[in-house]
């Protein structure tokens, strides 16, 4: 073989491992691995909820929870990583119309990576723990009914109202942090109940906020989120009250991680309720988002450093692969 034969090869062998890496870091990314760090704060409330009642003391902490803990969390998060590229998937069309920078939608990523990044992830959240925790199995299958119910068409809950926002809150408040509350080692029953139902309504008053901003691009493609059925205001008053309620649910459990965070977030509703300006409907659930990981992250610290390297991929990835500044999604450099 000549000189410059070998030379190509080799060229075409680093061109083909290049490739490779970024469909790799494509399908990562696809997963949304920024938007697990609430799956693992919602877990987190869980297990120690969990472990509160199990100590029978409404003051118990996990600075010290096993680090093999958090692998089961992440574990159970890929259910609903495999949920966000089905999400992806089904509103390729509409994330298009709507602002932002969705990777599927507007960074040619081919589809068939897409649905099979779905489906390693939703297998890999059920056999993985089906050996060793089949109960957690169980808690990723809820995870993977609910994701599928609410991204998947004919149901796609996401588009409907009243349902897109009890989904969601189901996903995160129940069974995220059901999830949590079993590796905890607690058992099911009244309790249970009881602890989840500041979580299920602040999870419900973040998601009918969240969808407010995309309230333009939803009703232009007929998705019909409870924002588009009755408007943007009555849908925050609803949002409203859903906070009120957690406030309180979380005052009668002893919460005091939830009515902070409940608290905190209250004077930014009343806020949009009398300005109503952008700044103001997102600071909504970006402010309540934030202070619910805090809490989280104060709780569970091994959230911290997992959490970092995330953001720090996140914003590696979009710089590197769509040379734009994650989260502003300028470009990073001028357009000549």
């Known amino acids: 073989m000549i000189p410059g034969e070998q030379s190509g090869m080799r060229r075409e062998a680093g061109s083909m491992r290049h490739k490779f890496l970024v469909r790799c870091a494509d399908a990562l990314f696809l997963s949304r691995p920024l938007l697990l760090i609430p799956v693992w704060g919602y877990c987190a409330f869980g297990y120690v909820a969990g472990s509160r009642w199990i100590a029978r003391s409404p003051f118990a902490v996990c600075w010290n929870a096993p680090l093999s803990i958090f692998g089961w969390m992440i574990v159970f998060s890929l259910s609903v990583a495999a949920i966000y590229v089905l999400n992806q998937i089904a509103d390729c069309d509409v994330d298009a119309a709507n602002a932002g920078f969705p990777i599927l939608a507007k960074g040619k990523i ?82 249970f109940l009881v602890a989840s139902m500041p979580y299920f309504f602040l999870m419900c008053a973040g998601s009918i906020s969240s969808t407010l901003p995309d309230y333009e691009g939803d009703r232009k493609f007929g998705k019909n989120t409870t924002a588009v ?106 357009e000549r």
């Open 110 to 191: 081919p589809i068939r990576l897409a649905w099979g990044t779905f489906v390693v992830l939703g297998l890999s959240s059920v056999l993985i723990p089906l050996v060793f925790r089949p109960i957690l199995a169980i808690y990723s299958c809820l995870a993977l009914a609910v994701g599928f119910v609410y991204s998947a068409k004919p149901i796609q809950l996401s588009g409907r109202p009243i349902g897109d926002f009890v989904a969601n809150a189901t996903g995160f408040g129940i069974i995220a942090f059901g999830a949590g509350w079993h590796l905890s080692g607690a058992t099911l029953g009244a309790r």
């Open 229 to 334: 059925w009755i408007g943007v205001r009555p849908a925050h008053v609803i949002a409203c009250v859903f906070i009120a309620a957690g406030l309180v649910s979380a005052l009668l459990a002893r919460d005091w991680a939830a009515a902070v965070c409940a608290g905190v977030a209250v004077p930014f509703y009343v806020a949009f309720l009398i300005r109503n300006s952008v700044r103001t409907m997102e600071s909504t659930y970006k402010v309540g988002g934030v202070i619910l990981m805090l809490a989280a992250a104060f709780l569970f610290p091994l959230l911290v450093p997992v959490s970092l390297l995330c953001l720090a991929g996140t914003v590696g990835y979009f710089r590197m692969r769509f040379h734009v500044w994650y989260p502003s999604l300028v470009p990073a450099s001028p």
